[in-house]
């Protein structure tokens, strides 16, 4: 028996090529980024984070979904990108347009050496 394909699953999309990332599932960068998070969450810095829950609308058929979406103690949001060593060109365009268009700081996270390298958009 072969496989369904994933037009006849509803709810399923298929990846772009080369892409494995499944929506709403944390790859294991992000998922060590959660326990920082946390960490900063239970130290009384963050009120309160979530995983890919807030789609941002850039245009009329282009939207960006942040991996992070942080409610800082001081009542302010942020949002916070995590990449690995590949970072495609549409989503760096995306990241800067989101960050032109909303009053809100977006931030690139990257992992380096034992802690992590955060940047602002």
Not at 21 to 33: D, I, Q, S, T
Not at 38 to 66: C, F, H, N, S, V
Not at 84 to 98: E, N, P, Q
Request: glycine share 6%.
């Amino acid at each position: 028996m072969t496989p369904n394909p994933a037009w006849a699953m509803p709810g399923l999309r298929m990846a772009r090529p080369g892409q494995t990332k499944r929506p709403g599932v944390m790859n294991k960068l992000e998922e060590a980024y959660s326990w920082v998070l946390e960490a900063r969450k239970r130290a009384g810095e963050i009120q309160w984070w979530a995983y890919e829950q807030i789609t941002l609308k850039l245009a009329p058929d282009t939207r960006y979904t942040p991996d992070f979406v942080l409610l800082l103690a001081d009542g302010l949001l942020q949002f916070h990108e995590v990449k690995g060593s590949l970072f495609r060109d549409d989503a760096k365009v995306k990241i800067k347009v989101a960050a032109s268009m909303f009053p809100f700081k977006f931030l690139l996270v990257r992992k380096s050496g034992q802690g992590w390298e955060i940047t602002e958009v």
